[in-house]
T-cell receptor, first 113, second 119 residues
């Protein structure tokens, strides 16, 4: 069965430091992969997505993610985080047959001043 | 573009009453809308998928008679929690998808969510 794993429930990073959020998936075919951010009191916002092509994907707010098929991973990165990046981040994979999203459990990111 | 709204943003109701939550795609037509439930500190759980003009498809374990979904138009879907009980208290999120066809055109756009508290 398809699944998405985000191993880190909480991550605390100092402002200005680099960030990497991990995401591993289990999916038989070529996956469609997404990263969403959920800020307090706001809806889910798409950061970036991967369908095909270049495995390094650029997103909004300075985020990027790299698809590594050999590792079944789609880790999210940002070179220098800001306090405003405090939020919960969700990785998701879409089923090809019906485009439904399968979600990871989320990683709560806290930025220290 | 691609804005999805939900109304109300929060609601408190007494046990036994019914609550209707609206999900609207404001600047596009949504052939499919999804309803999710999010428990505190947990991920989203898909409740049902609704296609305009047809019955919703519910995920396993979701009571159809408890959570009534109506997708009457290409811009509006409603979720009615009938005879609500405290265990129905949760954060309900809808999303809307533009068109069928290639996955690239199938991005889901999410509403801001509705916080339901049943006393």
């Amino acid at each position: 069965a398809q699944s998405v794993t985000q191993p880190d429930i909480h991550i605390t990073v100092s402002e200005g430091a680099s960030l990497e959020l991990r995401c591993n998936y289990s999916y038989g075919a070529t996956p469609y992969l997404f990263w969403y951010v959920q800020s307090p009191g706001q809806g889910l916002q798409l950061l970036l997505k991967y369908f095909s092509g270049d495995t390094l994907v650029q997103g909004i707010k300075g985020f990027e993610a790299e698809f590594k098929r050999s590792q079944s991973s789609f880790n999210l990165r940002k070179p220098s985080v800001q306090w405003s990046d405090t939020a919960e981040y969700f990785c998701a994979v879409a089923e090809y047959s019906n485009y439904q999203l399968i979600w990871g459990a989320g990683t709560k990111l806290i930025i220290k001043p | 573009g691609a804005v999805v709204s939900q109304h109300p943003s929060w609601v408190i109701c007494k046990s036994g009453t019914s609550v209707k939550i609206e999900c609207r795609s404001l600047d596009f037509q949504a052939t499919t809308m999804f309803w999710y439930r999010q428990f505190p500190k947990q991920s989203l759980m898909l409740m049902a998928t609704s296609n305009e003009g047809s019955k919703a498809t519910y995920e396993q374990g979701v009571e159809k008679d408890k959570f009534l979904i109506n997708h009457a138009s290409l811009t509006l879907s409603t979720l009615t929690v009938t005879s609500a009980h405290p265990e129905d208290s949760s954060f309900y999120i809808c999303s809307a998808r533009m068109t069928s066809g290639r996955m690239r055109n199938n991005e889901q756009f999410f509403g801001p969510g509705t916080r339901l508290t049943v006393l």
